[in-house]
Structures are given as C-alpha cells and as structure tokens.
C-alpha cells in the first residue's frame, strides 16, 4: 500500500510540475542587433570587458543571447548601458556550451543607444584559457565591438528575447506539426507514437516497481 | 531441469576461488528465486533438449530485468524518433562510416568529412549546418520544405562517399559493421529511413545495457533482492542514455558492453571464476577494443580483476588449470588487437591505423605531472601545488554534473541554469543514503575490498582515457571530451548507487524511497524530452 501511495504521489508531482512548465510562454526573439552570424573570432584580452555601442535593447526583454562559442563557456557578465546609467544586468554560471543566454530582469522600456558589455569569468580568470570566440561579421573598427581598449575584428550578433503570450498548450498543435516534419516517417501521428512510447515506458516501470518492491 | 536451477544457476565446476554469500543474501536470494518459480510455473520445459537448455538460460534471467531490458529500448526508441536526424553527437560521422563499409565494403580512409553527395543533400535540406550547434535555430518547418527534402531525396543520389567519416574514421569497425545490416534492411529507401533504421538497432543496445546492470547489481549486492530492480530500472529510465542509445554512436554498444564486463567480473567474484567465464571476459573485452577506443580505459581493472580472481582459482583448482584459463581469456581478449596491428605492420600502415594519427599529430607538449594535474582537476577539486588548468570553474561541478544532468543534441541543448542547482539536492541525497548503507555494512567492504579495488579502478580508467584525450588539445582548447556520454561505460556504477541509495533509507522505508528514485528518473527523462522538443520544435 505504501509503494502504491509513494508512487501516485510522485506521478502526480510529475504530473503538476508538468501543467505549470507547460502552461508558461517560452522566451520569443523581441529582436537582434541585426548582424548576420558569418564568422568568430577569439577574446584575446584576459580579464577585460568587451563592449558593443548603438545597440537597442527592446522593451521587455528578459535575457540577452551572445553568439559566443565554448566547450566549456566561463562566467559571463553582462551590462546593459543608457549613458553611464546601467538599465540591464545579468550573470550566466559557468560550463555553458555554444550560445550563452544570460537573464536580466525585464526591462521596463526600451533603450536606445546601448551600450552592451560583457565580462568573462569572475575577476583575475585568464579567459585564454576557454578559448571562447564571438561571432558576427568583420567591420571597419570605427564601429567593431571593443575589448580591453582595442576594436576587435568586428560587431557580435546579439539577440533579445523576452516571453512570449501564448503557453506551451496554446502552442501544442504547432509544435506537434513540427515534430512531424524532417524526419522518416513524417506526419503528427508520430507525435501520437511517442506519446504511446511514453505511456507505455510509464505504465511499465510502474508495474515493475510495484510488483517487486511491495 | 527442477525449477529451482533455471531460476538460479547453480556455479559451475571447478567453482575456482568462489566466495560463499552471507546466509542473508542467500535468504533473500532463495526468496526472489521461489517467486520467480511461482510465476514461471505454468511455462513449459518440453521441446528438444538444446532448445530447452537455451531456453532455460533465457528463463534465468528474471522476469524484472526482462521488463528493464523492455524500458530501456523503448525509451531509447522514443528518443530515436524526437531526436532530428543527425543532430545525435557525431551522428553524421557515424552514418558516413556506415554508408563506406555498406556501399564500398571498405573502412574509411581519411578523417576528412568526406561525405556521400546523398549524406551532402540530407544536411543541407534539413538545415543541420544551420542547426547544430546554434540553438536558436529549429528544425525545418515548413510544408513546402518538408515536399522539397521528401522530392530531393527520393532521386538518385551517390551513396558513395570520398572514404571519408570525420571524428568516427577512428574507431575500430565492429559497431559500424553491425550497423550494415538495418542500412541494408532499408537499401531501397531513403537516407532518413535507413537512419531511423540504424537508430532502431543503437536503442537494442540500451536494453542490454539495462539487462546487464540488473544482472551485474545482483550478483554485486545480493541481499536486498527489490533494490536490483531500483538500480537497474534508474538506469533504463536515464535520459543520457537513451538520448546516446537513440542515435547512431558506438557509444551505445560501449555502455553495453561495460556492462556485460561489470557484469561477468561480479559474477566470478562471487561463484568463482570457471574457465568459461574466463573466455566470456576475454570475449567481452575483444568486442568491446573492436566497438570503441574508450574500452581500453576498462583493461587495467579487468585484467587486474582477472588475475586476482585466477590466483584465486589456483587454490582450489590447482594452477595449471586457473593459469591456462587466464591465458586463453587475454588470448580472447588480445587476439583483435594483434591481428590489427599485424595487417598494418605488414602493410606498412602506421601500428594503430588512423588512430596513430590522431595520436602523432595531437599536440604533444607539457610533463607528465601537467598532464597528471590536468586529469585530476578534470573530475576533482584542486590540489594545493598544482597549476590552475581550469580558472573560476569547478569542472566537477560545472562540466560533469550539469551535464550528467542535463545535455542533448550536439552538446547544444542544456536546462536553464536552476535546474542544475536543484538538482543538486536529490544528488546529494542520493549520495547521503548510499554513504549510509556503506557505513552500515562497512564489515562486508572490508572482506570484499579487492573486488571494490578493481571496479573503482575501471572506473578510474575511463575517466583516465577521457582526461588524457582531454589534455591532448590543451590548452589551446580546455575542455575537449567534456560531454558525459564519455562516463557512461560506467552505467553498472550508477545502477548500484542507486540501489545502494534505496537500501540505505532502511526496511520499512527503503522501497519508498526506492519507488521516489525511480519516479524521479522517470520525471527526469520526461523533461529532458520537453527540453529537446523546445530546442529543435519549439
């Protein structure tokens, strides 16, 4: 009985916990700084902070995606700068990998001119180390994103998200359509297949545990 | 045959060195043996008599590692089907492997991505350059892409590659060749079909990476007979492996294969090692040097093991006997990698084929106290005096568990950074019970202490190979081989902590616990799913 009670309870944990993750939003691109992702350099000054000017941080944005590239990513830290005014700040932990997606939280209006600077690792890490590149597109230094003092190759593509209004439920028959294409069998009964794998991997272990563990 | 030896086979003769289980487990061990009689009672014996003793073997295995060899292919068919083709790590190496051995019957010959202009045409139709790597980007979808990929890949289109397979040209060619056959099944179809198929044959793999670590826990801890199931069905349930075993990756054989070596070693420790078993191990370890490269971080504890058990042996089996046993099981063992070596000495090839390549034309630098330095920070905290390799970062922490945790597709796909946090507390609790239950039975430790020894030194020597390979490109890039995938081969470790954990909670309590972990195995993989369905659908 009291296997049986111990395992409703967790199921139906699950089974809560789901329902709320699914009836959030998922975080939507509110916008980018437009640069188009063609080709990554490294960050060479350890210890520095690398700053990208006139860029617009839309209202409501939630978190700030970098195109960095790490197979272990340092700390980053980031700063968003209306003047000498900070209006966004966030701090992504360590051991990250490819694009590091860094809260904020949410801005109340939008910003423009910004400029967005970002740190990695907490002070005296040699950055070198990660091997952590940025990518973008190469441009004239005048207008390059900066790090420690010097233009580096060119501007990071930065992207701006935010939530979205329409939960994961609302959204189900899309994602669903999705999950229905690019693959051998396509069609959404696949999704139907999965869900059938699933209720059976569920049914299967919860008859197994019950018969052994009473 | 009575009932009672196709429930539990009795150990064979000459039962060399074999260990009597305290009278507890042998309890315990009678009691699941009596249930498993009772709900196998109405199955029949009668047939041919080899028929009958194969299938008295199969009948051995009890009904419950059955079920989690059942679960863990499922699963990993599940994740076969959400995972987008390609997006497996590597997996269009692996497939580039494949397509070589199955249209030109001959290994790769260069670590080039030299790909079939049908593998060519699938990546670029399904968007994988744009993909991988770049979470921000989905999958396809689009009905008229969807027309475009179906209509294009339909046509006519080379199979045959430049002999090229990237990362994977490396590896030694067993599991490449058993995937030859579902790329055959789906000859006349498309390169996804063929894939899906390829899939389908990695998630068998997963069952007998679930079956061989129930049957590894029982021979291992055999006194609380529920816990086998705990531990074994944690394990089917892992995302990770699922994830691996969904996709096409030698790694999914690798895990099955630890485990049947995990498995074989604790069987010898506690029945005695008989000559056959000698051969199964040596077996074991011959087709797993012929699955994966990372097998080889599993030999010094196996052949330690081994000859521990073989001096054993020789007491009561008398010498020759137990040492020409060993000799036929490393003879097993070797015979492979010999037989490489020779066709590439005599060819005048480098020794180790395209693996001496990689080796020679990696960055050979520091001493080795660097490299010692560097192994060990890779998976445990600093020692004073040595160089810091991995600044502001605690690799334990922020690279394996995380990871362990939580990373799919292309190292891409990763949960918000609270999850990591919390899941520190179920970990630690895990780890707090399974303390508890070692403690409590410290008395038992001690009498078995070699065989711990042997295990942990298996276990030491994957994390070994991962860090040496690791140390290979550093510093230029810190934090190569950094997926878990590479600690998986010991799978047989985890099952048992679990199980350990379970039994720590006490009698009255310990089957619930026993039941929370397996449900929060269950809620893991559940949205580690979600996760990968936000990642390439959302």
């Given at each position: 009985m009291r296997i049986k009670a111990a395992l409703a309870a967790g199921l139906a944990l699950t089974a809560i916990a789901l329902a709320i993750l699914l009836s959030h939003s998922p975080p939507t691109l509110a916008g980018t700084n437009g640069v188009p992702n063609e080709t990554g350099w490294p960050i060479t000054h350890a210890g520095a902070s690398v700053c990208q000017a006139n860029e617009v941080l839309?209202?409501?944005?939630?978190?700030?995606?970098?195109?960095?590239?790490?197979?272990?990513?340092?700390?980053?830290?980031?700063?968003?700068?209306?003047?000498?005014?900070?209006?966004?700040?966030?701090?992504l932990s360590p051991g990250w990998v490819g694009n590091a997606t860094v809260s904020v939280a949410p801005v109340?209006?939008?910003?423009?001119?910004?400029?967005?600077?970002?740190?990695?690792?907490?002070?005296?890490?040699?950055?070198?180390?990660?091997?952590?590149e940025i990518f973008g597109e190469h441009t004239r230094p005048a207008i390059a994103a900066v790090n420690g003092g010097e233009a580096t190759p060119g501007r990071a593509r930065i992207e701006y998200l935010r939530a979205g209004n329409k939960s994961w439920w609302s959204l189900a028959s899309t994602v669903a359509r999705h999950m229905g294409l690019g693959h051998a069998w396509s069609g959404t009964w696949i999704v139907l297949l999965m869900l059938a794998l699933m209720g059976a991997v569920g049914v299967l272990s919860s008859w197994l545990i019950t018969r052994e563990l009473q | 045959m009575s009932r009672r030896s196709t429930t539990r086979a009795p150990a064979k003769k000459p039962t060399v060195g074999a260990r009597s289980l305290n009278r507890k487990a042998q309890a315990a061990q009678r009691l699941a043996a009596r249930r498993e009689q009772a709900r196998g009672r109405a199955r029949s014996t009668v047939g041919n008599p080899r028929r009958t003793r194969r299938l008295g073997a199969l009948r051995r295995i009890p009904t419950a590692a059955r079920v989690c060899f059942v679960v863990a292919c499922l699963n990993a068919v599940l994740w076969s089907l959400l995972t987008p083709p390609f997006q497996g790590p590597d997996e269009s190496d692996h497939f580039a492997y494949v397509q070589q051995l199955a249209e030109n019957t001959r290994l790769p010959t260069s670590s080039q991505q030299g790909y079939s202009l049908e593998e060519i045409v699938a990546l670029e139709e399904l968007h994988y350059f744009q993909i991988r790597q770049e979470p921000q980007n989905h999958t396809i979808f689009s009905q008229a892409e969807q027309q475009k990929l179906q209509h294009d890949l339909s046509t006519h289109i080379s199979r045959q590659g430049k002999g090229g397979a990237g990362l994977a040209a490396s590896e030694p060619p067993l599991y490449y060749a058993l995937q030859t056959i579902p790329y055959g099944v789906g000859s006349g179809a498309t390169i996804l079909d063929r894939l899906a198929l390829m899939r389908l044959l990695s998630a068998l793999m997963a069952g007998f990476t679930a079956l061989f670590i129930f049957l590894f826990i029982r021979e291992a801890l055999p006194g609380v007979p529920w816990a086998w199931t705990v531990g074994a069905l944690g394990v089917a349930l892992a995302p990770g492996l699922s994830f691996i075993s969904g996709s096409v990756n030698p790694d999914s054989m690798l895990y099955a294969l630890s485990a049947a070596v995990f498995y074989c070693l604790a069987r010898a420790f506690h029945r005695g090692l008989t000559r056959r078993l000698t051969i199964a191990i040596g077996a074991v370890m011959a087709i797993g040097f012929l699955t994966k490269l990372n097998f080889i971080g599993l030999a010094p504890g196996i052949v330690l093991g081994m000859l521990i058990l073989t001096r054993r042996a020789a007491r009561t089996a008398g010498r020759g006997y137990a040492y020409r046993s060993l000799a036929l099981g490393l003879a097993v063992a070797g015979t492979p990698l010999a037989v490489y070596f020779l066709i590439n000495v005599l060819s005048n090839?480098?020794?180790?084929?395209?693996v001496s390549e990689s080796v020679h034309t990696s960055t050979r630098h520091g001493s080795l106290w660097g490299e010692i330095g560097f192994i060990w920070q890779y998976f445990l905290p600093r020692l004073p005096g040595m160089h810091t390799d991995f600044p502001g970062i605690f690799p334990l922490h922020q690279v394996?568990?995380?990871?362990?945790?939580?990373?799919?597709?292309?190292?891409?796909?990763?949960?918000?950074?609270w999850v990591y946090e919390i899941a520190l507390i179920p970990a630690a609790a895990i780890a707090i019970l399974c303390a508890r239950t070692l403690l409590a039975s410290r008395m038992a430790l001690r009498s078995r202490a070699i065989e711990l020894v042997v295990y942990a030194l298996m276990g030491t020597g994957v994390l070994v190979i991962v860090g040496a390979s690791a140390y290979l490109s550093f510093p230029l890039l810190a934090g190569a081989y950094s997926e878990s995938r590479y600690l998986l081969p010991m799978l047989a470790l985890w099952g048992a902590v679990l199980a350990l954990a379970a039994r720590g909670a006490g009698r009255r309590w310990g089957p619930v616990v026993g039941v929370s972990i397996v449900v929060l195995i269950f809620a893991h993989d559940l949205f580690s799913q979600l996760l990968v369905v936000s990642r390439y659908y959302g």
């Open positions: 839309p209202r409501g944005t939630t978190a700030i995606r970098l195109l960095l590239g790490s197979l272990v990513g340092p700390q980053v830290s980031v700063q968003a700068f209306s003047g000498t005014q900070v209006i966004a700040h966030g701090t109340p209006r939008s910003g423009t001119p910004v400029k967005i600077c970002f740190k990695l690792g907490p002070p005296g890490t040699n950055v070198e180390s990660f091997r952590t | 090839h480098p020794s180790l084929g395209l394996w568990f995380d990871r362990l945790v939580g990373q799919y597709g292309w190292a891409d796909t990763q949960f918000p950074n």
